[in-house]
């Protein structure tokens, strides 16, 4: 059987979800994520995996909704809320795709370490911008091609082959700003905060 992403997840789930590490830059990243989106903002955390940064975003936002691929990561998460009494954070096993998702209806959406990993990221990002409301922001951290090391770049395919990895769409960071555009973005910012992590932070903004 072919090994789909929502398999390989499934199938990496508790170990992937055992090795996160909010390391030393991890607050400050949930502090501008906080100051973009507003303390009454109704969240859409795409691609939360086991649900930590969505739960961690959770007491500075009005309400979030992180969704996943992957049910064995989304049963992760909401077992997670569950035992911090995360009352305004829910979960779905789905993807921004899902047509139950209202268009318009988010303040904002947060989308990290997704792009590269979804078979269409410009198809991605005008499905996000559709779900924004005027004025919304969407938060994504990608990792551009010139960011990381060539010999990555040659072991990561060898991986999925062999179904160790998932698929992992590379591009440059010129290509991701083109297509942000595409979708209709403004981008505000693009900064890199923390250089170990071989991601670049983008705040784009849909038009008001």
């Known amino acids: 059987m072919k090994n789909t992403p929502m398999k390989f997840w499934d199938?990496?789930?508790?170990?992937?979800?055992?090795?996160v590490?909010?390391?030393?830059n991890y607050a400050a990243r949930l502090d501008r994520a906080a100051g973009w989106l507003g303390a009454d903002a109704n969240v859409l955390d795409v691609g939360?995996?086991?649900?930590?940064i969505t739960i961690d975003l959770a007491s500075r936002v009005g309400r979030i909704h992180g969704i996943d691929l992957s049910p064995k990561l989304i049963a992760i998460a909401e077992r997670r809320a569950a035992s911090q009494g995360v009352e305004n954070a829910t979960f779905a096993a789905t993807t921004a795709d899902d047509p139950g998702l209202v268009e318009g209806g988010?303040?904002?959406?947060?989308?990290?370490?997704?792009?590269h990993l979804v078979d269409d990221a410009a198809a991605t990002l005008k499905r996000s911008h559709a779900l924004l409301r005027?004025?919304?922001a969407l938060i994504a951290e990608v990792p551009c091609r010139e960011d990381i090391p060539w010999y990555f770049r040659l072991i990561i395919p060898a991986m999925t082959l062999i179904g160790k990895a998932p698929v992992v769409w590379l591009y440059p960071q010129a290509e991701y700003?083109?297509?942000?555009r595409a979708a209709g973005f403004t981008i505000e910012e693009i900064e890199v905060y923390?250089?170990?992590s071989h991601s670049r932070s983008v705040l784009a903004?849909?038009?008001?």
């Open 134 to 136: 005027p004025g919304g």
């Open 205 to 208: 903004r849909k038009a008001g």
């Open 11 to 19: 199938g990496v789930a508790a170990e992937y979800d055992a090795g």
């Open 194 to 196: 923390n250089p170990k």
């Open 21 to 24: 590490v909010k390391g030393p």
């Open 177 to 180: 700003e083109a297509m942000f």
């Open 106 to 115: 988010y303040d904002g959406i947060t989308a990290y370490s997704v792009l």
């Open 48 to 52: 939360c995996a086991g649900g930590h």
